[in-house]
């Protein structure tokens, strides 16, 4: 009996984990919540302060996370890198998704966004 309580909690805490690992990555903060992202170079009036990658996803919990999940989770992940570095603006630089599979059969694992940090003026 001992074994099978063991043994229930053991695969209890699997499945947490896994679905744990399938969750996209969070806002941390409210400065990340003032990240914007876009596809456009900000102007002159803006401070560059750095690159920046966010990415959600590995060839294990990807291919049972959702596309959805993986990419807000990628976007968050950049949010969150750019408004620790001070920023809050991010132009995108780089969009991949990365696909595992064999025997013909790929699915997406993760999503990678890459881009340039800026700190500009509130309008």
């Known amino acids: 009996m001992y074994l099978s309580h063991r ?7 699997t499945a947490l984990f896994v ?4 969750a996209p990555t969070s806002i941390a903060g ?11 170079e900000p102007g002159r009036e803006c401070k560059f302060l750095g690159d ?5 996803g590995d060839f294990l919990m990807g ?15 950049l949010k969150n890198k750019a408004a620790a570095m001070g920023g809050n603006r991010v132009y995108l630089l780089t969009q991949r998704a990365g696909q ?3 025997d013909k059969r ?8 890459s881009g340039n940090v800026y700190h500009c003026p509130e309008s």
């Open 19 to 22: 679905l744990a690992g399938c």
């Open 52 to 56: 920046v990658t966010g990415s959600q």
């Open 63 to 77: 291919s049972i996370t959702g596309n959805a999940n993986l990419e807000t989770g990628a976007r968050n992940d």
């Open 106 to 113: 790929l699915e997406q694992t993760n999503v990678t966004l």
């Open 7 to 13: 043994l229930t909690g053991i695969g209890l805490c």
């Open 100 to 102: 595992t599979g064999s």
């Open 30 to 40: 409210p400065g990340a919540n003032n990240v914007r992202i876009t596809n456009n």
